[in-house]
């Protein structure tokens, strides 16, 4: 049957596949629209499997809350470009949103939990691959709670690109939770307290810090003192708690939260790619080789 301009708007409107695409789809059909849609679906998953070992180190964190449950997410996508389209950030609020009410275990099981339109996560995630034409990834994430008594602070630094999410007791005062939120997305602290960091951890610290006092021909008698001076630098660079607050370099975070009568229980800090490999190419370069395909 022959095709129209009409019936493919339609498709694309219910696909959000390209124009070519669903022209084609409506040719192997003959035009019925159902059996379309699943030949775009089956070519949207195959598309997935093609981009799944590409690098996908750009994206966004994103959080939210609702009542006493936070989630902090990171997704994925190749290029900046594209973590910054409304499509992309559609997806990443869809998936929070799946995340907070669901509250799967890990990543894994999450992939496989259905969605208020019928489909899986996994599902879903591979259709808005075919849709926006890079591969995206649900990295990772993090559910927290509180009570009523508590409060979240909810930062997003440079659109997303650092999230952190805090919980804080004793308080109510979320612009205090925030204020110790941002402080985390700056100095990229590891641990709340001294109490978390392990032995294995200071011990292997002490270690270092000792050959190079040594190394700097310091007197063998007043290594161990000195080392163990070092040692809270070290601690002032890791745990939050014991760093100098960037709103007031005077107090620590500790004395900030002590004059809201506060307590710092937890904080989740996720930077977008780290840790994962970047891609090399530069935006010319990427340009050039879609105009060479051409």
Same mark, same amino acid.
């Given at each position: 049957?022959a095709?129209?301009?009409?019936?493919?708007?339609?498709?694309?409107?219910?696909?959000?596949?390209?124009?070519?695409?669903?022209?084609k789809?409506?040719?192997?059909t003959d035009?019925?629209?159902?059996?379309?849609?699943?030949?775009?679906?089956?070519?949207?998953?195959?598309?997935?499997?093609?981009?799944?070992d590409?690098?996908?180190?750009e994206g966004s964190?994103?959080?939210?809350?609702?009542?006493?449950?936070a989630v902090i997410?990171?997704?994925?996508?190749?290029t900046?470009?594209v973590?910054k389209?409304e499509?992309?950030?559609?997806v990443?609020?869809?998936?929070?949103h799946?995340?907070l009410?669901?509250?799967?275990?890990?990543?894994e099981?999450?992939?496989?939990?259905?969605?208020?339109?019928?489909?899986?996560?996994?599902?879903?995630?591979?259709?808005?691959?075919?849709?926006?034409?890079?591969?995206?990834?649900?990295?990772?994430?993090?559910?927290?709670?509180?009570?009523?008594a508590?409060?979240?602070?909810?930062?997003?630094?440079?659109?997303?690109?650092?999230?952190?999410?805090?919980?804080?007791?004793?308080?109510?005062?979320?612009?205090?939770?925030? !204020?110790?939120?941002?402080?985390?997305?700056?100095?990229?602290?590891?641990?709340?307290?001294?109490?978390?960091?392990?032995?294995?951890?200071?011990?292997?610290?002490?270690?270092?810090l000792?050959?190079?006092?040594?190394?700097?021909?310091k007197?063998?008698n007043?290594?161990a003192?000195?080392?163990?001076?070092?040692?809270?630098k070290?601690?002032?660079?890791?745990?939050?708690?014991d760093?100098?607050?960037?709103?007031?370099?005077?107090?620590?975070?500790?004395?900030?939260?002590?004059?809201?009568?506060?307590?710092?229980? !937890?904080?989740?800090?996720?930077?977008?790619?780290?840790?994962?490999?970047?891609?090399?190419?530069?935006?010319?370069?990427?340009?050039?080789?879609?105009?060479?395909?051409?």
């Amino acid at each position: 049957m022959a095709i129209t301009a009409q019936m493919v708007k339609e498709l694309r409107e219910k696909t959000g596949a390209g124009m070519m695409d669903c022209k084609k789809a409506l040719q192997e059909t003959d035009g019925d629209m159902d059996k379309a849609i699943d030949f775009l679906r089956e070519k949207g998953i195959a598309k997935a499997a093609k981009k799944a070992d590409r690098i996908a180190a750009e994206g966004s964190t994103f959080i939210q809350s609702e009542g006493n449950t936070a989630v902090i997410l990171e997704v994925n996508a190749e290029t900046d470009f594209v973590a910054k389209n409304e499509n992309f950030q559609n997806v990443v609020k869809d998936l929070s949103h799946h995340l907070l009410t669901n509250k799967p275990a890990d990543v894994e099981e999450a992939l496989d939990q259905k969605m208020d339109n019928g489909s899986t996560v996994g599902e879903y995630i591979n259709s808005a691959i075919a849709k926006i034409g890079e591969k995206i990834t649900l990295r990772r994430f993090a559910i927290r709670t509180k009570t009523d008594a508590d409060a979240f602070g909810e930062y997003l630094h440079m659109g997303g690109r650092i999230g952190v999410l805090t919980v804080v007791e004793g308080t109510t005062d979320a612009d205090a939770a925030k !204020d110790v939120a941002m402080h985390a997305a700056a100095l990229n602290p590891k641990y709340v307290s001294r109490d978390q960091v392990s032995e294995e951890e200071v011990e292997r610290e002490r270690e270092v810090l000792t050959q190079q006092a040594l190394n700097e021909g310091k007197p063998e008698n007043i290594v161990a003192k000195m080392v163990e001076g070092r040692l809270g630098k070290f601690f002032e660079d890791v745990c939050i708690l014991d760093q100098p607050f960037v709103k007031n370099p005077d107090q620590k975070v500790r004395q900030f939260l002590e004059s809201k009568g506060a307590v710092l229980k !937890d904080f989740v800090r996720y930077e977008v790619g780290e840790g994962l490999e970047k891609r090399q190419e530069n935006f010319a370069d990427e340009v050039m080789s879609q105009v060479n395909k051409k």
